[in-house]
């Protein structure tokens, strides 16, 4: 819950009460001390990167750097970028009214200097959340130097202003966020002569519109993301302005497969099933952590594109969502993910890849040997060692198991019959509950992997994209 502000409300309370006026790198290079000194957390949600991201940027931002992360998509950057606005105070002193967050000490624009000189200590005082200070822009091809920066605002001369009154400017996105954290999305993206504007932000400090005799100083974090193929001289990004960054610092995808893990945990919105949340087990999202791991490491992806990780998310969704549609449609009380909710996954997101050139025409190939590489790969960290011959006994008399996306677990359970050993299974596993949901999942997936491990055969019908398959000796 947000905080009450802070109850002065005038000039001249806000000086009797001994506020401190800090610029806005000085703001988070104080709150950023301090949280190093306590070991708070100081970049929220952010996994992956303590000792290889993180680091570079608590350096930049305590020289007081504007800065540039650099990554392929799907590697957090906007997530990074937008945990900065909680380095900021709490609350913040501005001039009640102004567009551009002036502080009441130090106003800047020709509206609050008028008023103060007017008002003097009763210069009417409002308080700004940190949440309010951050202001995002995605660099399109259609952004105009008025979006960022600002323009003639035809309304205030229709309103009787002279055209060169400094107050008939209606100011972008940059200027209102004054005293604030700003960030460009996919910087090499605007046009080149929109990158000459912003110069004199990172410069100078100052914005210029329209020739107007207007020298506005700003006083805010200037932080952008770019892809690094499009972040070079010979891309997208005029030189003046990438020397005017301070820091330029490195993103990348999850570098361990605990992290990869860890990353589809905090951030997958998994369907519920009437309030409950369907389960995804963890040998599950183990497979889908791999999958996405292996699809970024193949030869027939395009590497410079990257595999988001988004792709590890939506992965998750879509199993989740396979098991919460079975639960609805056959009656199931719990909704848990097995194994024959995989195959739709290889559908859904191989618009999230961009494979080779001679790879074309072989996308959902690539992706479903990867997929059957990740399943087995899994079945070996958990059950490679497992004692298994109970669930084997019941094929070795010629016995066949049917399952598929819209087999209940209960019938899955009556098909294969009791197995001995199905509780080590299930605790191998990590699934410590005994519902039939449960059970079903981890006989399904230690069937899966005999298959895969060649004890037992598979038959897929042609064309099933529903999971169904027929485990047999």
Known sequence: MRPSKPRE???????????????????????????????????????????????????ALLAGHDLVLLGERGQGKTRLIRTLAGLLDEWTPVVAGCEINDHPYAPVCVRCRRLAA?????????????????????????????????????????EGRTLGDPETVHFGLVPRTNRGVFS??????????????????????????????????????????ANPEDYTNR???????????????????PLELDTELELIRQEAELADLGGRPAEVPDHLIEIIARFT????????????????ARFALAGAETVAAGAVRRAALTGEERAVARVCDLPSVVPSLMGKVEFEVSEEGREQEVLEHLLRR?????????????????????????????SGELVPAAELLRRVGQVPGLAK??????????SPEQAAAALEFAMEGLYLSRRLSKDVPPGASDGTATYRT
């Open 9 to 59: 409300s005038t000039l001249g309370a806000l000086r009797t009460g001994g506020h401190v006026h800090r610029s806005v790198k000085a703001e988070i290079r104080h709150n950023l001390l301090t949280r190093l000194r306590s070991g708070e957390p100081r970049f929220p949600g952010i996994v992956g990167f303590d000792d290889t991201v993180l680091p570079h940027l608590e350096r």
């Open 118 to 158: 007017e008002a003097g200590d009763d210069l009417p005082v409002d308080w700004k959340h940190r949440d309010e200070r951050y202001g995002e822009k995605l660099a399109t091809p259609d952004t105009s130097v008025g979006d960022l920066i600002g323009d003639v605002d035809p309304i205030k001369v229709a």
């Open 184 to 225: 460009i999305n996919e910087l090499p993206d605007l046009a080149e002569r929109i990158q000459v504007a912003l110069l004199n932000v990172l410069e100078e400090r100052d914005v210029q519109v329209r020739g107007y005799a207007l020298r506005l100083p700003l006083d805010l974090l200037l932080v952008a993301s």
């Open 235 to 253: 891309g997208r990004i005029i030189t003046p302005l990438k020397d005017r960054f301070g820091a330029e610092i490195r993103t990348h995808y």
């Open 293 to 308: 791991r292996l699809v970024r490491e193949s030869t027939a992806v395009d590497g410079r594109s990257g595999v988001s």
């Open 374 to 402: 990740a399943v087995a790969e899994t079945y070996r960290r958990t059950l490679g060692a497992a004692d298994l011959s109970g669930l084997l006994e019941k094929f070795d008399s010629g016995e066949m198991v049917e």
């Open 425 to 434: 299974i299930m605790e191998r596993l990590g699934m410590g509950g005994e």
